[in-house]
């Protein structure tokens, strides 16, 4: 089992940048296929971008695609999630999660594990 706790949401303009840290305890990251999801009020969650345990290839939601990136730091037991050129419409909670399957976890957000989330605003 792995706990997952993620953090650095915040306040941003438009325009700006945040890194996203989702720690994990437990068990490895490279034992998961790791995941960020987005939820705003009212809306399902959904899907922004993954690792998969398997290939360590990364996926991206087509509305990030360009502007964000993940990636695992092995040593830290740390995913993180780079976002650059944010956008108003990338405001919501922000949620890390962990799957021992692959991509198609990820694509559904059929994950075993999740954080609790951290909140982001982008202002315009």
């Known amino acids: 089992q792995v706990q997952l706790v993620e953090s650095g949401g915040g306040l941003v303009q438009a325009g700006g940048s945040l890194r996203l840290s989702c720690a994990a305890s437990g068990r490895t990251v490279s034992s998961y296929s790791m995941g960020w999801f987005r939820q705003t009020p009212g809306k399902e969650r959904e899907f922004v971008a993954g690792i998969s345990r398997y290939d360590g290839s990364a996926y991206y939601a087509d509305s990030v695609k360009g502007r964000f990136t993940i990636s695992s730091d092995n040593a830290k037991n740390t995913v993180y999630l780079q976002m650059s050129s944010l956008k108003p419409e990338d405001t919501a909670v922000y949620s890390c999660?962990?799957?021992?399957?692959?991509?198609?976890?990820?694509?559904?957000?059929?994950?075993?594990?999740w954080g609790k989330g951290t909140p982001v605003t982008v202002s315009s």
């Open positions: 999660a962990a799957d021992p399957g692959g991509v198609v976890h990820l694509r559904r957000g059929d994950m075993d594990y």
